[in-house]
């Protein structure tokens, strides 16, 4: 398999821009996931790696060799498309031949091929018939088979769940893991769905506008969210986003906000406006009627303004002068819509962005414990 180099990839559209100068470097083996809501331009990429579009700018480099302008059959990628894109008066063995005649691959090997990949998809029983013969999952299998027999560098997938009903989405997936682990391939794969992303991934690209958000790890995007974007995009519900305000007094760092306040670190920062984060995960209900506390952490007092019974466990929201926060609680929290509510978060649980920038605020002590390096990040 292949490593792909991505390096200041951008399209335009006339003046709209859908990739803008992206760099992003795919190891081999990686199941690389391109996440982003509708428009953010993954798919656009995607199409610019397979060669079927043209960058306005940049380079595509396979194995360090050039490919940017190179067309698509000369760059061993082989593309699984959301469509799934099977010739219906060609039966399944014949739609996993096609891409190995078109190359002339002798008959004997063709055969081998085909009987190989058929029987670690487990469609080898379906050799004989026609795509409307198929369910979405089985059709889905043989558009990854005719991928496969090809022997490509790597596999690009445009949202290729994305037709199936929701079990099926859970079993296919657990399936492209699977033959992900088994052939150690490289993975390109798009797609808006988190859940699929955070399972199948070994690393996350997150793409918004055309710009590159974040790249890592699922623990990476979702633990440490380099962006408000990131914060807000990835979670369900998503991550508690409060306009705050960080001030220093009596030897350590505060945030504020309406019904908000909290105590974060020792030291010292200059007055700055933030947005303070809050995973629904990580907030906890106290005791409202008692003493608000002087220990580390943050407090938001409010009302419960709604509850969402999802069996195992609840949603509730809690209305307070910085807005509606959600809370993801045990059902034996025993809570009513209008009752009063004291939350609480650990300062570990907290996190902060730069709000003019959006960009993730680091703390980082230091001994002069003043604020250093690039303004889209505050360390002090």
Request: neutral net charge.
């Amino acid at each position: 398999m292949s490593a792909i180099e991505i390096r200041g990839l951008a399209r335009r559209f006339g003046t709209t821009v859908a990739v803008n100068s992206v760099d992003l470097a795919i190891e081999d083996g990686d199941f690389l996931v391109l996440l982003g809501p509708s428009g953010c331009g993954k798919t656009t990429l995607l199409r610019m790696l397979a060669g079927l579009l043209e960058p306005t700018a940049g380079q595509v480099l396979v194995d360090g060799r050039d490919v940017t302008h190179e067309p698509s059959k000369r760059r061993d990628l082989a593309m699984v498309f959301q469509s799934y894109a099977l010739y219906p008066h060609l039966s399944v063995a014949k739609n996993l031949a096609f891409p190995l005649k078109v190359r002339r691959v002798p008959a004997p090997e063709i055969a081998t091929r085909i009987a190989e990949v058929a029987r670690s998809l487990e469609i080898d029983h379906l050799l004989r018939r026609k795509p409307r013969q198929l369910s979405g999952g089985q059709r889905q299998r043989v558009a990854v088979g005719r991928a496969l027999v090809r022997a490509p560098r790597a596999f690009l997938m445009d949202e290729p769940l994305s037709n199936l009903d929701a079990k099926l989405r859970t079993a296919t997936r657990q399936e492209l893991t699977d033959l992900h682990r088994r052939l150690g391939a490289t993975f390109v794969y798009v797609t808006h769905d988190q859940v699929e992303a955070m399972t199948m991934a070994t690393r996350i690209a997150v793409l918004n506008d055309g710009d590159l958000e974040q790249l890592g790890t699922p623990a990476e995007v979702y633990d440490r969210p380099a962006s408000v974007f990131v914060a807000g995009f990835l979670g369900s519900p998503a991550m508690n986003l409060v306009d705050a305000s960080l001030t220093s007094h009596g030897g350590s760092v505060h945030v504020s906000a309406p019904d908000v306040a909290g105590l974060l670190w020792p030291g010292e920062t200059p007055p700055l406006d933030a947005v303070l984060g809050v995973r629904p995960d990580h907030l906890r209900f106290v005791d409202p009627t008692g003493p608000a506390g002087a220990d580390p952490g943050v407090a938001v007092d409010g009302v419960v303004d709604t509850v969402e019974n999802l069996g195992s466990e609840q949603v509730v929201y809690v209305r307070s002068g910085s807005g509606r926060l959600a809370v993801r609680a045990s059902r034996e929290v025993a809570v009513r819509v209008g009752d009063r509510a004291r939350l609480r978060a650990a300062v570990a649980h907290t996190h902060l962005f730069d709000r003019s920038t959006g960009r993730r605020l680091e703390w980082v002590p230091s001994p002069e414990s003043t604020p250093v390096g690039d303004p889209a990040l505050a360390v002090a």
